[in-house]
């Protein structure tokens, strides 16, 4: 067989060189893409700025500006209902101070000109999270103040020696029952501008399962 000589069988050799360059520049993009795939964590958004909602057993002071008589301290009975008069039962359970504002208004608005009204919640009896599986003492804990799921945690007496640590779920019950998958690991690990998630704090309602 006959070798190229010269100028052409330089050519050969560099345009050889280029290609094999370009082949192996094309296997380590993909053995990054893959391996980044393999050890990318998604970064689960949370909601930390949701309105407070009214709950069972809170009691609220229904205030009706300038008419004593239609304003009142009424508790949220374990229906989710209230009393009041000339506006009769309303559903007061999962509105926010604010709703709850607007619909006694419009209740009230065929027998009040105008009229004006403050819901405040004098008391805060349903906050509560509730943490089962494998911790110390599962059960319902008060949520006062800003509650994280570590710190749901060590209220529960910590993990019991079976805990499957990085496969926690917390249930939102705000949001018809969503379901939150948390990795201990990455809450203790995470830093700023990671992409893991981090500890975030538990609404009213939740419930972390340890499994």
């Given at each position: 067989?006959?070798q190229?000589?010269?100028?052409?069988g330089?050519?050969m050799?560099l345009?050889?060189?280029?290609?094999?360059?370009k082949?192996?520049?094309?296997?380590?993009?993909?053995?990054?893409?893959?391996?980044?795939?393999?050890?990318?964590?998604?970064?689960?958004?949370?909601n930390?700025?949701?309105?407070y909602r009214?709950?069972?057993?809170?009691?609220?002071?229904v205030?009706?500006w300038?008419?004593?008589?239609?304003?009142?301290?009424?508790?949220?009975?374990?229906?989710?209902?209230i009393?009041?008069?000339?506006?009769?039962?309303?559903?007061a359970?999962?509105?926010?101070?604010?709703?709850?504002?607007?619909?006694?208004k419009?209740?009230?608005?065929?027998?009040?000109?105008?009229?004006?009204?403050?819901?405040?919640?004098r008391?805060?009896?349903?906050?509560?999270?509730?943490?089962?599986?494998?911790?110390?003492r599962?059960?319902?804990?008060?949520?006062?103040?800003?509650?994280?799921?570590?710190?749901?945690?060590?209220?529960?007496?910590?993990?019991?020696d079976?805990?499957n640590?990085?496969?926690?779920?917390v249930?939102?019950?705000q949001?018809?029952?969503k379901?939150?998958?948390v990795?201990?690991?990455d809450l203790?690990?995470?830093?700023?501008?990671d992409?893991?998630?981090?500890?975030?704090?538990l609404?009213?309602?939740?419930t972390?399962?340890?499994?």
């Amino acid at each position: 067989m006959v070798q190229p000589s010269g100028a052409i069988g330089r050519r050969m050799n560099l345009g050889g060189e280029h290609t094999m360059k370009k082949a192996l520049w094309a296997v380590a993009m993909v053995v990054a893409t893959v391996s980044g795939c393999a050890h990318q964590r998604v970064k689960v958004e949370t909601n930390e700025e949701v309105a407070y909602r009214i709950g069972r057993e809170d009691v609220l002071d229904v205030s009706v500006w300038r008419d004593g008589d239609l304003s009142r301290v009424v508790p949220v009975r374990p229906d989710g209902y209230i009393s009041l008069p000339m506006v009769g039962e309303l559903k007061a359970a999962g509105q926010t101070p604010q709703e709850l504002e607007k619909i006694i208004k419009e209740k009230l608005t065929p027998f009040v000109q105008e009229p004006k009204v403050t819901v405040i919640v004098r008391e805060v009896n349903s906050s509560r999270i509730f943490v089962t599986g494998e911790v110390a003492r599962p059960g319902m804990f008060p949520l006062r103040g800003r509650v994280s799921v570590v710190q749901a945690i060590a209220l529960a007496g910590g993990f019991s020696d079976f805990a499957n640590t990085d496969g926690i779920v917390v249930i939102r019950n705000q949001d018809n029952g969503k379901q939150i998958p948390v990795r201990y690991s990455d809450l203790m690990s995470a830093e700023e501008g990671d992409q893991v998630m981090r500890d975030f704090a538990l609404l009213p309602g939740d419930t972390v399962v340890v499994p």
